[in-house]
């Protein structure tokens, strides 16, 4: 069983910046392929970018490439999202997810992780 917890969402203006956090619990962390995804009201969760277990290899939406760095810390337990040039249509609430036995075709597939994070909420407005 793993628990995730998001933090660092927030209120930026376009062009601003936000650091995402997702700390995950229990052991083998490592091994976990992470994703975050965001979803907007009315809407279908959206993949967002992904990083595979026992890499260091990325992966991201077309939507957020050159924007967007997701990263992970094995020692810490969590994944990070850098989230750069900020833009109105970036509002989401975003997840966290992980998944044991993910193959890369699989990582922007919403329905392939096994477990969630409750969400944090990016707004981007002046």
């Known amino acids: 069983q793993v628990e995730l917890v998001e933090s660092g969402g927030g209120l930026v203006p376009p062009g601003g910046s936000l650091r995402l956090s997702c700390k995950a619990s229990?052991?083998?962390?490592?091994?976990?392929?992470m994703g975050w995804f965001r979803q907007t009201p009315g809407n279908e969760r959206e993949f967002v970018a992904a990083i595979k277990g026992w890499s260091s290899s990325t992966y991201y939406a077309n939507s957020v490439k050159g924007r967007f760095t997701m990263s992970r810390d094995n020692a810490k337990n969590t994944v990070y999202l850098q989230m750069n040039s900020l833009q109105a249509e970036d509002t989401a609430v975003y997840y966290c997810?992980?998944?044991?036995?993910?193959?890369?075709?699989?990582?922007?597939?919403?329905?392939?992780?096994?477990?969630w994070g409750q969400g944090t909420q990016v707004t981007v407005s002046l």
């Open positions: 997810a992980a998944d044991r036995h993910l193959i890369t075709s699989s990582l922007g597939l919403a329905p392939q992780y096994d477990y």
């Open positions: 229990g052991s083998s962390f490592a091994a976990y392929s």
